[in-house]
C-alpha cells in the first residue's frame, strides 16, 4: 500500500514561517508528502522557500511539489509523471490546472485577482495566458492518463495532484461562495478562476484515476465520485485559516 500526505495553500509567506522558531511544522504521516501549490513566495522569498522544502526533504522520502499560482517559477510537477520506484504499478501525475475562465468573467477577476496584476503577480499575464496554459494542461493530462491506461499495462493506479480545482461539486466548495446569508443560490462570479468542471473530460471519467487532490480553494473536502476520490487538505491563510484543516492528512492507495 502507498500513503501519500497532501497539503495545500500554507501561505508560509505571510506571516513569514517557512524557517526558525516559527516555522509551520509538517509532521510526517506517510512517506510521501504532496504538497499543491500555494505554499508560498518561491521567488520573492526563493532562500527561506528552498529552506523549507530542504527540511521536509530530511522528513520524507520523496516531496512532490505542484505550483500554484504564488509559485509561477518554481517547477516540478509541472506537467510530469512520477512512478515510485516501489511502487510501479502506481503513477503520480501533476500539473497546475490553470482554470477556464469565460469572457464574461474576464473583466471582474482580472480587477480583483492579483494574479493578474503585474505588481503582484507574473508581468504579461492575462486571462488569455491562463486560458491557454488551461488548455496545455488539459491535453497533457487527456493524453497521459490515456496512455498509460492503453499503452502502460503496469500502471494499476493514477494519481493526480493539481492546483486548481478539477470539479464544480459542491461538496468542493465552501457554501459561502454560493448561498447567501439565507442559504439561496446566488451567483459567483469569481468561481472560474478557481475551478473547471472536468467531468465530461477522459482525464476525470476513467476508472484508473483513483484519487484527485488539489488546493487553492481553501475548502477542505474529501468525497468519492463515480470513478475515485476528491480530495483537499488546504491551510488557508494565516488570517482566514480553512475550515477542517489537517496536517496529517494521508491518501491510501
Same mark, same amino acid.
Given at each position: 500500500?502507498?500513503?501519500?500526505?497532501?497539503?495545500?495553500?500554507?501561505?508560509?509567506?505571510?506571516?513569514?514561517?517557512?524557517? !526558525?522558531?516559527?516555522?509551520?511544522?509538517?509532521?510526517?504521516?506517510?512517506?510521501?508528502?504532496?504538497?499543491? !501549490?500555494?505554499? &508560498?513566495?518561491?521567488?520573492?522569498?526563493?532562500?527561506?522557500?528552498?529552506?523549507?522544502?530542504?527540511?521536509?526533504?530530511?522528513?520524507?522520502? =520523496?516531496?512532490?511539489? =505542484?505550483?500554484?499560482?504564488?509559485?509561477?517559477?518554481?517547477?516540478?510537477?509541472?506537467?510530469?509523471?512520477?512512478?515510485? *520506484?516501489?511502487?510501479?504499478?502506481?503513477?503520480?501525475? !501533476?500539473?497546475?490546472?490553470?482554470?477556464?475562465?469565460?469572457?464574461?468573467?474576464?473583466?471582474?477577476?482580472?480587477?480583483?485577482?492579483?494574479?493578474?496584476?503585474?505588481?503582484?503577480? $507574473?508581468?504579461?499575464?492575462?486571462?488569455? $495566458?491562463?486560458?491557454?496554459?488551461?488548455?496545455?494542461?488539459?491535453?497533457?493530462?487527456?493524453?497521459?492518463?490515456?496512455?498509460?491506461?492503453?499503452?502502460?499495462?503496469?500502471?494499476?493506479?493514477? =494519481?493526480?495532484?493539481?492546483?486548481?480545482?478539477?470539479?464544480?461539486?459542491?461538496?468542493?466548495?465552501?457554501?459561502?461562495?454560493?448561498?447567501?446569508?439565507? !442559504?439561496?443560490?446566488?451567483?459567483?462570479?469569481?468561481? #472560474?478562476?478557481?475551478? $473547471?468542471?472536468? #467531468? &465530461?473530460?477522459?482525464?476525470?471519467?476513467?476508472?484508473?484515476?483513483?484519487?484527485?487532490?488539489?488546493?487553492?480553494?481553501?475548502?477542505?473536502?474529501?468525497?468519492?465520485?463515480?470513478?475515485?476520490?476528491?480530495?483537499?487538505?488546504?491551510?488557508?491563510?494565516?488570517?482566514?485559516? *480553512?475550515?477542517?484543516?489537517?496536517? &496529517?492528512?494521508? =491518501?491510501?492507495?
Amino acid at each position: 500500500m502507498m500513503k501519500i500526505q497532501i497539503l495545500s495553500d500554507l501561505h508560509l509567506e505571510s506571516p513569514k514561517s517557512y524557517t !526558525g522558531d516559527g516555522a509551520f511544522d509538517i509532521a510526517p504521516k506517510a512517506p510521501y508528502l504532496a504538497l499543491l !501549490g500555494d505554499i &508560498g513566495y518561491a521567488v520573492q522569498h526563493k532562500n527561506e522557500y528552498l529552506a523549507f522544502l530542504e527540511a521536509q526533504l530530511y522528513r520524507f522520502k =520523496v516531496v512532490l511539489l =505542484v505550483p500554484g499560482n504564488h509559485e509561477w517559477e518554481f517547477i516540478l510537477l509541472n506537467r510530469n509523471t512520477y512512478i515510485p *520506484a516501489s511502487h510501479p504499478e502506481i503513477a503520480i501525475l !501533476g500539473c497546475p490546472l490553470f482554470s477556464n475562465i469565460p469572457l464574461s468573467s474576464s473583466d471582474e477577476i482580472t480587477y480583483r485577482l492579483s494574479d493578474f496584476n503585474p505588481e503582484i503577480g $507574473t508581468s504579461n499575464w492575462t486571462v488569455s $495566458t491562463h486560458n491557454s496554459a488551461h488548455k496545455q494542461d488539459l491535453f497533457w493530462l487527456n493524453y497521459t492518463v490515456s496512455a498509460l491506461e492503453h499503452a502502460n499495462r503496469r500502471i494499476k493506479k493514477i =494519481v493526480i495532484l493539481t492546483h486548481w480545482a478539477p470539479t464544480r461539486d459542491n461538496r468542493a466548495v465552501d457554501p459561502a461562495h454560493y448561498r447567501d446569508e439565507k !442559504g439561496r443560490e446566488k451567483e459567483n462570479i469569481l468561481v #472560474s478562476a478557481f475551478s $473547471t468542471d472536468l #467531468s &465530461g473530460q477522459a482525464c476525470f471519467k476513467t476508472g484508473k484515476v483513483k484519487v484527485w487532490a488539489f488546493g487553492h480553494t481553501h475548502w477542505n473536502c474529501d468525497f468519492v465520485v463515480a470513478r475515485g476520490g476528491l480530495k483537499t487538505a488546504a491551510r488557508g491563510s494565516f488570517f482566514r485559516l *480553512a475550515a477542517g484543516f489537517d496536517v &496529517g492528512k494521508v =491518501v491510501e492507495l
